[in-house]
């Protein structure tokens, strides 16, 4: 008998060490956006800085190319390296986007940005703790995301030389629904992941934490950018 309700007292336990471990990934998230937006009013205020990078299309391919070898390495390399280099790799990627957002600044009106950052701030949320409540199974959407995200990245590239005004507008929307089902579907699985990993040690829990931080992170990134495509009031 008191095996029994010794028992049943761990499993009450469990979701709230789930529920800890979680609160770490949006602190994670969180922090990485404030490092990011930080970053990006502070190099937007930089001329020269903005110059530098922007105008010769060397260096910026290079920044683009870190922050997807950062992604990548940190994705595929996560339970090998310490959770101390994961962390400094994560705050890495979050300066450098804090670069190529620093344009934003340039293209739009600091009201719309914030009015726009509100905007995706509510969205992920609400769609984000949908993810996280909901009983539905969302794994089977995965792939049709992943392919509506190939052909959103193909459109895009291809717009980038046609210039076209009305598959800029089915992108931007197209974007914004991609994401949405992303975010749902991304907080479910590092829920998952979460409850299969994340109370074991204090290095796996920071080393989850920061995984899931960085996808989430990602799926802010993006939303918010195609909400301001759509919303965004350009200087």
């Known amino acids: 008998m008191y095996q029994t309700n010794e028992l049943l007292e761990q499993q009450k336990a469990l979701p709230a060490k789930y529920a800890a471990v979680f609160k770490k990934v949006y602190l994670w998230m969180s922090f990485a956006l ?23 299309n060397l260096y910026f391919i290079l920044m683009m190319v870190a922050q ?14 310490t959770s101390f280099t994961a962390t400094l790799l994560f705050i890495a990627y979050a300066i450098l986007t804090g670069f190529t957002l620093s344009l934003i600044f340039l293209a739009f009106t600091a009201e719309s940005i ?16 949908y993810g996280y409540t909901t009983k539905s199974n969302l794994s ?20 980038w030389f046609l210039k076209s005004e009305m598959l800029y507008w089915i992108v931007s929307y197209v974007g ?21 990993y994340g109370c074991e040690d ?25 909400l301001l495509r759509i919303f965004g009031k350009r200087r």
């Open 140 to 159: 089977s959407f995965g792939g049709y995301l992943f392919m509506g995200l190939i052909g959103l990245i193909i459109a895009s590239v291809v717009n």
């Open 68 to 81: 997807l070898g950062l992604v990548w390495f940190i994705s595929a390399r996560i339970m090998q390296i």
């Open 202 to 226: 204090t290095e796996t829990t920071n080393k989850v934490a920061l995984i899931g931080a960085l996808e989430l992170y990602l799926d802010f990134i993006n939303l918010f950018l195609y």
């Open 34 to 56: 404030v490092i990011s937006g930080l970053t990006a009013m502070y190099i937007a205020k930089q001329p020269e800085v903005v110059a530098t990078i922007f105008s010769n």
């Open 176 to 196: 914004v629904m991609i994401f949405v089902g992303l975010t749902a579907y991304d907080t479910q699985k590092i829920k998952t992941m979460v409850q299969a």
């Open 114 to 129: 914030t009015t726009v950052f509100y905007i995706t701030a509510g969205t992920f949320a609400a769609v984000s703790l």
